[in-house]
């Protein structure tokens, strides 16, 4: 497969499982189920200017979000008129992983990997309800 072909599927893959900011604020609380039963995974991105990790963590509460992804998009090398990010990653069990900066599609691919983590996870716990 060509990098150019598996970067639109992990992308459009990726945002398959991703959701716009106005689905997260009127959905983020739901515990909705897709067709095969297993738990639907919440991703929201936030693009920072100050206090990066404080407000993603708000975030990530307020929206009821399994995964923030958060960067200051005043760094060198981030953001939105480069090819390049530097993500951290705030999951709901508390865990912060700060990426360094990387291509965007590696990024999504990152990005990725822990929502297959969490669903993995969601399908041998889904006799235990989840918390928000």
């Known amino acids: 497969m060509t990098r150019g072909l598996?970067?639109?599927r992990s992308l459009l893959t990726?945002?398959?499982?991703?959701?716009a900011p106005m689905i997260v604020r009127s959905n983020g609380h739901a515990q909705t189920r897709l067709p095969d039963q297993a738990l639907r995974i919440l991703v929201g991105f936030a693009a920072e200017t100050n206090d990066v990790a404080a407000n993603a963590r708000k975030k990530l509460a307020s929206k009821?979000?399994?995964l923030i992804v958060a960067n200051d998009v005043t760094q060198k090398g981030a953001g939105f008129d480069v090819e390049t990010n530097i993500v951290s990653i705030?999951?709901?069990d508390g865990r912060e992983i700060s990426l360094p900066q990387l291509p965007k599609f590696d990024v999504a691919n990152r990005v990725f990997d822990e929502v297959l983590q969490l669903r993995q996870?969601?399908?041998?716990d889904s006799t235990v309800p989840r918390q928000r």
């Open 6 to 8: 598996s970067r639109r």
């Open 121 to 124: 996870l969601s399908r041998s």
């Open 64 to 66: 009821g979000a399994d």
């Open 90 to 92: 705030f999951t709901r």
């Open 14 to 19: 990726l945002g398959a499982v991703c959701a």
